[in-house]
Nanobody, 124 residues
Framework: QVPLVESGGGLVQPGGSLRLSCAVS????????IGWFRQAPGKEREGVSC????????YYPDSVKGRFTISRDGAKDTVYLQMNSLKPEDSAVYYC?????????????????WGKGTLVTVSS
């Protein structure tokens, strides 16, 4: 069983919004960092958001700061990525990942579990 399952991707027009969900199963989040990463064709995987559950600290790169927001619903063991003011360059497969004891740096290293990804396409 894959412990992380993403959903919520799709086609959206530039300027639009999407909310991605990452459902977690099989482990408790308390000692984990949950990150969202994306990978476009021909590009490296990059971190776009991260939350460290134990202290609530977050990370956003400049490319998405002010447009993306990460949050957690503890009752549902789900982490969300709200994406607003989407741009064509945001198009990619988005993955969520979990790292035990990891700090949020935007790096994929240190992440122990990965979901299979959900595709986001921003186009008119």
């Amino acid at each position: 069983q894959v412990p992380l399952v993403e959903s919520g991707g799709g086609l959206v027009q530039p300027g639009g919004s999407l909310r991605l969900s990452c459902a977690v199963s099989g482990f408790t989040l308390d000692n984990y960092a949950i990150g969202w990463f994306r990978q476009a064709p021909g590009k490296e995987r990059e971190g776009v958001s991260c939350i460290r559950i134990s202290d609530g600290s977050t990370y956003y790169p400049d490319s998405v700061k002010g447009r993306f927001t990460i949050s957690r619903d503890g009752a549902k063991d789900t982490v969300y990525l709200q994406m607003n003011s989407l741009k064509p360059e945001d198009s990619a497969v988005y993955y969520c990942a979990a790292g035990e004891g990891t700090y949020c740096t935007g790096s994929p290293y240190g992440m122990d579990y990965w979901g299979k990804g959900t595709l986001v396409t921003v186009s008119s």
